[in-house]
């Protein structure tokens, strides 16, 4: 019997897969866009996002810098989509990629140049929205305008690793001003809160609305934001006062039923609050989780960190029954855990974090059977139907920047991970 690969022999392995077999960008976007998943100038789903992998793994084989070039190339010369507050489209995509693609030699200069300064509208024409929003008493904020993915929590991560403080000051303002409660007919509701349903967040009566939780469309997005800017020296009035509600409010939200810690991912104004969720990025635990230590890291809350490697802990104890990850992506599958788990067990310093690492990544790896789950003859695991399995946030490419970084042992060389507000 040949015996099994090492995990982590077994992610290089994979790495290099991915990287070759992407390589081929008229081939892969030929595939890609003939089943319907790619956006091609989108950094979720488009060669923005592609050539993420390849700025990354560039700062080990410099030949790949080639190959980022070319990708980030290809989502320029694709029709743009149109620019929301977020980063993952328009605009604000090409910026991030290019700002990973750049590394330390200044390459890209003009572009980013002309990219930080229509982000900087970008961001100061939202901010007054949400301002005049607040203004005329409007009641509710939506999620596409405060998310991490179409809205200012994304915007705002990115205006601070450029480092652009004054075009990301309006964005913290107007998070700032979220934890501000508001009263909807006698009723006294967090500021966050959402006249959308929870099922595909269509607009509802403020009564039926939700409080989202969770890292991509929630609080935890929000929070992770105040903390990286406070860290990185990106600070505006009322920022401290800020996380301590947005920490609190989790805090006070978290459940415990005897297999471990966990947050519901929406609330109800009635109580009603989903099932636990899977162990994801996007609306789970580990996102949760990660959000409340970056703010213990970033405010100096011993508290905060604890809490947020108890209920880590709790997520990977061989014993915790919970619901499946779906398939290998960073948004909601197992590459997404691995990448959290991995910061988070190497700032804390937390051994029995680091050492469900090697499971972590062979769930991964058994997610994505072959090279590329969906390129390679053979279907994925039963059950498992990807958004899109080429991309960067719920496909190969974030898979292979995950299990690059703990193939590696060594922390992302390029900031890709501020796509996802934790790191």
Known sequence: MTPAMPPWDRAAQYVEEVSERFSDIEATTRIW????????SSLDRGCAGMSLLYAELAHRDTAHRALA??????????????????????????????????????HYARTLAGLDERLAAMARAWAEREARRVALGEACVTIHAYDAITGLAGLGGHLVARGLTGAAAPVLEAVVALT?????????????????????????????????????????????????????????????????????????????????????????????????????WCYGTPGVARALYLAGAAFDVAEWRDAAVRALRSVLRPSSTQPPLNGPGLCHGWAGLLQITWRTAQE??????????????????????????????????????????????TGAAGAALALHTCATGTQPATPWERALLIA
């Open 33 to 40: 866009q003939a089943g319907d998943s790619c956006v091609p």
């Open 69 to 106: 070039h070319a990708w980030l190339t290809a989502a320029a010369r694709s029709r743009q989509e149109p620019s929301t507050a977020g980063i993952f489209r328009g605009a604000a995509a090409l910026s991030f990629a290019a700002h990973c693609a750049a590394g330390h030699g200044g």
């Open 180 to 280: 501000d409660p508001i009263e909807v007919s006698g009723v006294r509701l967090p500021g966050w809160w959402v006249a959308q349903d929870t099922a595909s967040y269509a607009p509802t009566a403020v009564r039926e609305g939700h409080a989202n939780l969770g890292m991509a469309h929630g609080v935890a997005g929000l929070l992770a934001l105040l903390s990286l800017a406070w860290r990185d020296g990106s600070r505006v009035a009322g920022q401290r006062e800020a996380a301590t509600v947005l920490a609190g409010y989790l805090l006070e939200r978290r459940r415990d039923d005897g297999d471990g810690v966990w947050w519901p991912p929406m609330l109800g104004l009635d109580g009603a609050e989903a099932a636990r969720p899977r162990p994801s």
């Open 348 to 393: 804390s310093s937390d051994d029995e974090l680091a050492a469900r690492l090697p499971w972590i990544a062979a769930r991964l790896l058994d997610a994505a059977p072959g090279a590329v789950c969906g390129t390679v003859p053979g279907a994925a695991r039963p059950g498992y139907v990807p958004d899109d399995p080429f991309g960067f946030l």
